[in-house]
Nanobody
Framework: QVQLVESGGGSVQAGGSLRLSCAVH????????MGWFRQAPAPGKERELV?????????RYTDSVKGRFTISQDNDKNTLYLQMNSLKPEDTAMYSC???????????????????WGRGTQVTVSS
């Protein structure tokens, strides 16, 4: 049984930084796509891909976070990270990590390919 547990969320002012962590519990093979998604509290807002990273450490980001967020992973610690700098109020959302053992998530960016999900950690950015 694979479990993903996020931590590191909180409330910051615009321009601040946060580092999210996602601990992976249970067996997950090395050739797995890992990703961060977020969902803002506004009505009708859909879950949005933030970033993905594959087993070769190839990364992709949604345009709105490029240059501000960095996804990384520590395979020895079975932990995924998201360093978020220059935070903006529009970054306010519930952030969840996810894993796709088939790697399709990294090539498509589609949430539907991710088989395992954490419960999320809230990030709130005030202006």
């Amino acid at each position: 049984q694979v479990q993903l547990v996020e931590s590191g969320g909180g409330s910051v002012q615009a321009g601040g930084s946060l580092r999210l962590s996602c601990a992976v519990h249970g067996y997950i093979r090395k050739t797995t796509c890992m990703g961060w998604f977020r969902q803002a509290p506004a009505p009708g807002k859909e879950r949005e891909l933030v970033a993905t990273i594959d087993n070769y450490d190839q990364t992709r980001y949604t345009d709105s976070v490029k240059g501000r967020f960095t996804i990384s992973q520590d395979n020895d610690k079975n932990t995924l990270y998201l360093q978020m700098n220059s935070l903006k109020p529009e970054d306010t959302a519930m952030y969840s990590c996810a894993a796709d053992p088939q790697l399709y998530g990294c090539t498509t960016g589609s949430a539907g390919y991710f088989a395992y999900w954490g419960r999320g950690t809230q990030v709130t950015v005030s202006s």
